[in-house]
């Protein structure tokens, strides 16, 4: 699935100029973020500036693109945090790909971080993960 989010992602080989998602793409986090719940902090105002705040002010930092950090770094893109950072200094050996389904054979050696973070700002309009 791709998200159009914003026409300043003009890394993304696939990004279109369209400043809005399409219908329906957060809702699911909407959902959570637009609510309170009964472990909420008593300082937590639920509202739609959250998940503008997390789009657009937010960012997250991954230590690790193996097993985890493959899945992570896919879900928190998904989620829509767009600025994303990335560090490993592990490079990618044959044995991972089984379950790191973010690397491909001729991925083999390169930098897991370099490789993780192409794959998805290529597949995810609008986010950019930085190795």
């Not at 719940?37 to 002010?57: K, N, S, V, W, Y």
């Amino acid at each position: 699935m791709t998200m159009d989010v914003s026409a300043e992602t003009t890394t993304n080989a696939n990004a279109s100029s369209s400043p809005n998602p399409p219908a329906g793409r957060y809702e699911h986090i909407r959902k959570v973020l637009e609510r309170r719940g009964p472990f909420t902090h008593a300082d937590f105002e639920a509202g739609p500036e959250i998940l503008q705040f997390m789009r657009e002010t937010a960012r997250v930092l991954i230590v690790g693109a193996g097993g985890l950090g493959c899945e992570l770094v896919k879900d928190i893109a998904l989620m829509g945090f767009r600025n994303i950072h990335i560090i490993d200094m592990d490079t990618i050996d044959l044995s991972n790909l089984n379950r790191q389904f973010l690397f491909r054979v001729t991925d083999v050696g390169k930098p897991k971080a370099e490789v993780a973070a192409e794959c998805i700002n290529r597949r995810i309009q609008g986010v950019q993960v930085v190795p």
